[in-house]
């Protein structure tokens, strides 16, 4: 059996962790959009850290 397939991995755990890494960075980005665009009442950011806090769900469900 491949090794792939038997972690439950299907492109191999480095590039899981790489993609969990990814998807924590973008989290992080539309966390800190959301609250310059809160505190400094400049609402342009907020469109892209909405698409990043998505991007960041959908890369976590498709890592579990």
């Known amino acids: 059996m491949d090794r ?3 972690n439950g991995y299907l492109w191999g755990e480095e590039n899981m962790n790489r993609l969990k890494r990814v998807a ?3 989290e992080k980005l539309a ?3 959301i609250a310059l665009a ?3 009442n ?3 950011g907020m469109g ?3 698409v ?3 991007v ?3 890369l976590t469900k498709e890592a579990k």
């Open 4 to 6: 792939r397939r038997e």
């Open 24 to 26: 924590d960075f973008l």
């Open 31 to 33: 966390v800190t959009g």
């Open 38 to 40: 809160v505190f400094q």
């Open 42 to 44: 400049n609402f342009s």
């Open 48 to 50: 892209w850290a909405v």
């Open 52 to 54: 990043f806090f998505i």
């Open 56 to 58: 960041s769900l959908v």
